[in-house]
């Protein structure tokens, strides 16, 4: 009997709606809470007609609080629901570091798994939309380091879903980070069923044989982009969306530049502390002998995301890609 | 027009400082019974706080906060639960977990060991809260998920007046109120936050008024009236079951010790004077001077409970020094349902080391 998948093309925003939208149908334990989410639909409109739906008592809207609503979602997440929370802005968090830090990481940990923390944050992060202040963090490296949540971060619609659906199954606390700048930059085919997309699987989205390439969310078209141009130019590359922000995909990086030799990583969050360190830890454990150059990275500076008419000063672009994957391979 | 918050907000005593009964209305649900129930539990708590000061000194437990003088408010607001109802304590409740949970493991959290923070079986007892006021959002999450699954549990959070000047005060009220989540905020005023006063603290004269910004019941009590503190307590807990929504209920006390065994109260209070002051409203002693007046006293009855006390300590700290040594296992084994790959190898590699593998 052949199954046949039915899909819809779905922008990213719709995907994660749709993500949400099915595991309200699938448990009566999940609840969609956050500012301005319900009536609103969010500020992005992520949650459009979700409470609609499935009525106030499933999807709604909170006071003003970032530690209120993460504090109480743990509450909830200690007492039985699924909840799914949204801070508006990866950057409104801040209130809230404590609460994820002192609570929802910690709880299984201090109480031999007595009590679990199942609760899920989404959060729109990064820069390039002209947003105002504090709108355009990207630190996703405060809460890699934190021990005790998983970090991920889709670049695509079928990602988006699949993703969401293994945050929500997940017994333990995920951070979800939605590259808003691709909210409705792309649009794919999405299936309309529930499945998932293993936490801690990196992808490739394009093969070659010079140079390794690895970004995740809002860097991954940026690094296609610079592909393309090598590709161009007879360099090609491997891909990876790394999709997950810990636990990191090892197999696939090793796998990748033991055959390519050479890599680039590419993240729009400050260097010092990022994630593109332990991208270059991971290389040297698994693969150093393996290595023709040293690993290159293209990330922001160490500064804070400057006003937005300077903003793309700090985020990587293709040509700076570019010009990294032609110093991996001319070292 | 200028209110008069003490006027608003009266320190609610049911029992006096000499042990009268000052509200009568309470006279016909006070009997022997529950009285000698309520002695014995505060000499117990009372026994167990010296106790655990006496082993730090010793060296055979960590730092320890006590909790000397507000056995009262503890204890009293712990028995109005309900037997699977949800409690989040803070460090220095050992007095209201203890009697909630009927189990002094929570000893060992104070020697180090991860297994004082597991609720006794089948108990709703959240390990206790170390940061100070970020309990509250929980408690109020707790008790919005008990309102959405219609479970009639009710939630206790404890804090301190320190803890009041939190932003996680003010976020987990606002919450409860927003959603009406059936939570009663217990606080205990014990005047101190380490060496800081409760005039420096704030500004207002009461924390009780800080429930009018919330538009939920505040109530003042006498928190070294075990009386005011338990059915003060059970109200709270009854409307919070009906429907009504959250309280905060402010129970006045003291603590005679310091902050912890790592603090030395002499540099910042006159503790003698204090002591002797407050001694005289010492939260057993009015319960002893009760039940005199009222002929529920036994002599004989003390003496057997005093016994029937040190040996329940006795037990209770001969549990804490059987223990099995710790595993070292469990740093590894808790992070996640399923360790992450740095987790396993990180594990693998430690425990390698200990084995001596090279």
Request: glycine share 8%.
């Amino acid at each position: 009997m052949i199954s046949i998948t039915k899909t819809k093309q779905l922008t990213l925003i719709q995907a994660i709606t749709d993500g949400m939208r099915t595991m309200l149908n699938e448990k009566e334990e999940v609840v969609v809470l956050g500012e301005d989410v319900g009536k609103n639909g969010g500020v992005f409109r992520a949650t459009d007609g979700l409470q609609e739906e499935f009525g106030e008592k499933r999807v709604f809207d909170t006071p003003l609080s970032e530690s209120g609503i993460i504090g109480s979602s743990i509450g909830m997440a200690i007492n039985g629901l699924l909840p799914v929370a949204e801070i508006q802005f990866l950057g409104f968090i801040y209130p809230a570091y404590e609460q994820i830090m002192t609570h929802a990481t910690r709880m299984r940990y201090r109480t031999k798994g007595a009590f679990t923390v199942p609760l899920v944050i989404r959060a729109p992060y990064g820069a390039g939309v002209r947003a105002p202040e504090i709108h355009s963090d990207s630190m996703e490296a405060l809460f890699t380091h934190m021990p005790g949540i998983k970090v991920v971060c889709p670049s695509n619609p079928h990602d988006a879903k699949g993703l969401l659906i293994s945050a929500i199954e997940d017994p333990d606390p995920v951070l979800f980070l939605e590259p808003l700048r691709l909210y409705r930059a792309v649009r794919g085919d999405v299936p309309e069923e529930k499945y998932e997309i293993e936490i801690g699987k990196g992808k490739y989205l394009r093969e070659g044989d010079d140079a390794t390439v690895i970004a995740w969310g809002a860097m991954v078209p940026i690094a296609m982009k610079a592909a393309e141009q090598a590709a161009e130019k007879g360099i090609t590359c491997d891909v990876i969306d790394l999709r997950t922000l810990y636990p990191i995909d090892k197999a696939i990086i090793a796998e990748s530049v033991q055959k390519t030799g050479r890599c680039v990583v590419v993240h729009e969050a400050p260097a010092t502390g990022g994630l593109g360190n332990d991208i270059i830890s991971i290389v040297n454990d698994t693969s150093f002998l393996y290595m023709k150059s040293p690993i290159e990275r293209v990330t922001g500076a160490d500064v804070h995301v400057p006003f937005w008419a300077l903003e793309e000063h700090n985020i990587p672009t293709p040509a700076r890609v570019l010009d990294a994957i032609h110093k991996v391979i001319n070292f | 027009m200028k209110r008069d918050i003490q006027e608003e907000f009266p320190m609610v005593q049911i029992m006096g400082q000499n042990g009268e009964i000052i509200d009568k209305s309470y006279l016909n649900q006070i009997d022997q019974t529950l009285a000698l129930q309520f002695y014995r539990q505060l000499i117990c708590m009372r026994a167990f706080d010296q106790k655990a000061i006496n082993l730090q000194r010793q060296g055979r437990i960590g730092t320890y906060p006590g909790f000397e003088g507000q056995e009262a408010a503890q204890v009293g607001s712990a028995l109005a639960l309900d037997e699977d109802d949800w409690m989040l304590p803070t460090y220095r409740d050992h007095a209201a977990s203890i009697t909630f949970g009927k189990s002094y493991t929570i000893l060992s959290a104070w020697n180090g060991r991860v297994e004082g923070n597991l609720p006794p079986e089948g108990k709703n007892i959240l390990p206790p809260s170390v940061p100070i006021a970020t309990q509250l959002p929980l408690a109020a999450g707790i008790a919005m998920a008990n309102k959405y699954k219609n479970s009639s549990q009710a939630v206790i959070a404890y804090f301190g007046d320190g803890a009041t000047s939190e932003g996680d005060f003010h976020e987990g009220l606002n919450f409860a109120s927003v959603f009406q989540a059936p939570v009663v905020f217990f606080n205990q005023n014990n005047q101190y936050a380490i060496s800081t006063p409760i005039w420096k603290q704030m500004n207002s004269k009461t924390i009780a008024q800080k429930s009018i910004a919330y538009e939920i019941p505040g109530i003042r009590i006498d928190g070294n009236d075990i009386f005011a503190a338990y059915f003060e307590t059970k109200k709270a807990l009854e409307r919070a079951r009906n429907g009504e929504g959250p309280s905060l209920i402010e129970a006045v006390t003291w603590r005679y010790g310091a902050h912890t065994t790592a603090d030395d109260p002499t540099k910042y209070r006159n503790q003698k004077e204090e002591n002797e002051k407050h001694r005289q409203n010492d939260p057993i002693t009015r319960l002893e001077r009760f039940m005199k007046a009222h002929g529920f006293w036994d002599e004989t009855v003390a003496e057997q409970l005093k016994e029937e006390v040190k040996e329940e300590i006795d037990g209770a700290v001969k549990g804490l020094e059987t223990m099995p040594p710790a595993d070292v296992n469990d740093i590894f084994d808790y992070m996640f349902e399923k360790p992450t790959w740095p987790i396993e190898q990180q594990k693998e590699e430690y425990i390698n080391h200990l084995r001596g593998v090279r």
